[in-house]
């Protein structure tokens, strides 16, 4: 049976971004079967809710998700439950995406791209893994209260909660572990246990896990020193394991040293490996519609999801040499363009990978 890939372009740019990566998609000439829907403002748009419940359901019965970028200006005023946001993070609860893997390479073609010094970027081969689906970002009671007790009681006070379980902890470890494996054999495990109770757990669970895996070198790290030795030395690092908060936080630090967030991808998977593939930028819809957006990230989100959920590691391969030699060709969207490379618009760098393809 064809594996199903449900195609959520949602806002901004998305729809552009994600139109070129169906193309390279269809460039293959495997017989996938590709099904669209609505998602984030979209979805609010034509559904009433950032992630409808048909929409839900495709992501549910397809074997991966192929997702854009979600949220525009039309949207911000909306109460909390109806932003575009809530459809990624509704996404990741409701199909256990816990595991979510964030890559930084620094291509030698746009080392000169970076906002550091090449000497400190050049080889850069970092994997961020970061956990999706607990931490502050979910864990409850949360809202708005009145302060119970010090010099505000009395006041109206804002709270949210940070916790996790060790189930939690313990699976994520093992995927950092066993990522680690297939790479340089180290971890750093990037926590705030000097000072979060739920990171001093944190760091006694992803230890006790570590005694699994002898041949992996495993380092704890704070994530105040974590964001330093990034900018500083980034280099020193290969995988790095960190709560959820952490590393939206890291992983952004980590995409700006390559020069540009419109080159990397993401990968976010369950315990079986389904996975929803997304580029790690947002909607920018300061660019939509002007043909300006960089699709690579889109590209290369396809291509880990034929890696990881699609059991197809040769198409990847394919994908990822493609984009390769569209650097080396000098074709740059604005981007990533210096002097003496030629820039393109965002269709024609789709061309130019489809071309590659062949
Ligand atoms: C990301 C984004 C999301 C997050 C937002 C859009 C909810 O910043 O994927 O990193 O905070 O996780
Ligand atoms: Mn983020």
Not at 77 to 93: D, F, M
Not at 101 to 114: D, K, M, V, W
Not at 209 to 228: S, T
Not at 348 to 357: F, K, S, T, W
Request: some cysteine; glycine content about 8%.
């Amino acid at each position: 049976m064809s594996k199903k890939i449900a195609i959520l372009p949602g806002d901004g740019i998305g729809p552009e971004i994600m139109a070129q990566a169906v193309r390279v998609l269809d460039a293959l000439g495997e017989a996938f079967e590709m099904e669209r829907a609505e998602v984030g403002g979209a979805g609010f748009a034509a559904h009433g809710h950032p992630l409808p419940e048909s929409t839900l359901k495709l992501a549910r019965q397809a074997d991966a998700v192929l997702f854009g970028a979600v949220g525009d200006y039309q949207y911000d005023t909306l109460e909390r439950a109806l932003r575009p946001e809530q459809a990624i993070l509704g996404l990741r609860k409701e199909l256990g995406l816990f595991a979510n893997l964030r890559p930084a390479i620094l291509y030698p073609e746009l080392a000169g791209a970076s906002t550091l010094k090449p000497e400190v970027v050049s080889g850069l081969d970092i994997l961020i893994i970061r956990e999706l689906t607990g931490d502050i970002y979910f864990g409850k009671p949360r809202g708005v209260r009145e302060c119970p007790d010090g010099p505000f009681r009395g006041q109206r006070e804002g709270f949210d909660t940070m916790r996790y379980a060790e189930g939690e902890i313990r699976r994520i470890a093992h995927v950092a572990f066993q990522a680690a494996a297939r790479r340089d054999k180290r971890v750093t495990s990037v926590d705030k246990a000097n000072v979060l109770e739920t990171f001093q757990f944190w760091r006694d669970i992803v230890t006790d896990v570590h005694r699994e895996y002898p041949d992996i070198a495993l380092e704890h790290m704070y994530v105040d020193n974590a964001a330093m030795q990034l900018v500083r030395a980034p280099k020193k690092f290969d995988v790095i394991v960190t709560g959820n908060m952490f590393g939206d936080i890291l992983s952004d630090a980590a995409a700006m040293l390559t020069g540009s967030i419109g080159m990397l991808p993401s990968a976010s998977l369950d315990a079986s490996n389904k996975g929803l593939y997304e580029p790690s930028h947002g909607s920018a819809p300061d660019i939509a519609g002007k043909g300006i957006a960089n699709p690579l990230a889109t590209i290369l989100s396809a291509a880990m999801m034929l890696r990881y959920s699609l059991d197809k590691a040769e198409q990847a391969d394919r994908i990822e040499a493609a984009v390769k030699r569209v650097l080396q060709q000098g074709l740059r969207t604005p981007d990533i363009h210096e002097d003496g490379t030629q820039r393109v618009s965002t269709e024609q760098m789709g061309d130019a990978v489809v071309r590659a393809l062949a």
